[in-house]
């Protein structure tokens, strides 16, 4: 076991209500190893899930559930997703608690071995938005060819659909508010079908993204 540091929420509300705390951190047991955090993933969720009471959550709250960082201690008999893993390795861990921290212990099942192109700063942000992007294109059954229409494309997801999309050969029509169009042309780099909109209606995100046939 070891001493790290964590952010807690300590009462309900803004981030303002957060403290920065030491914990101990867990030796691994079989099925978990131990990170040491070289950057967390910060998304909306990690303020709005403590902005108010939540049936079922009691305080304090460890925030964050996406981090990239280096193994410092593996458990017995264990393998990440990705396959073995040692001392060392650099990785990233997704849908964890207490993401916000300098050391924690997960399970292996929620690591990956970080892709090597990308820094730590861009892994840690990889996986909730790049999933839920990968989620809404699977849903929607999208074929090389195809064409999509995305609202809110300037988003994190949204960007991560544009860019999914392109490696796929899949054309998106993205909407976004105008002063967000160049976000948009910036996720669709290397899709040149890819176009922005002003939208100046709004809609849930489960009824606006639709397959289109082939243009």
């Known amino acids: 076991m070891s001493i790290a540091h964590r952010w807690l929420a300590t009462d309900w509300g803004p981030p303002e209500h957060w403290r920065f705390a030491p914990f101990t951190v867990s030796a691994p047991r079989a099925g978990e190893v131990t990170i040491r955090v070289r950057a967390a993933g910060v998304n909306p969720a990690d303020a709005k899930h403590v902005a108010r009471a939540r049936p079922g959550t009691e ?15 593996v458990g017995p008999d264990t393998r990440i997703v990705t396959g073995p893993v040692t001392v060392g390795d650099e990785v990233i861990a997704f849908r964890v608690r207490g993401g916000y921290a300098t050391e924690l212990t997960v399970p292996a099942e929620k690591v990956l071995r970080k892709p090597a192109p990308l820094s730590h700063a861009q892994a840690a ?9 990968a989620e809404m294109l699977h849903t929607v059954g999208a074929r090389t060819g195809e064409t999509v229409l995305l609202h809110g494309a300037s988003g994190a997801v949204g960007v991560s659909v544009l860019q999914q999309a392109a490696l796929r050969g899949i054309r998106v029509i993205g909407t976004a508010r105008s ?37």
Do not use: F, M
């Open 179 to 215: 002063a967000r169009l160049e976000t948009v042309g910036t996720g669709a780099r290397g899709a040149p079908h890819a176009r922005g909109r002003e939208c100046r209606g709004k809609a849930r995100a489960d009824s606006v993204i639709a397959r289109t046939p082939p243009w």
């Open 125 to 133: 942000n990889l996986l909730l938005a790049g999933t839920t992007a």
């Open 59 to 73: 305080l304090p709250v460890a925030i964050g559930y996406e981090v990239s960082g280096t193994v410092i201690a």
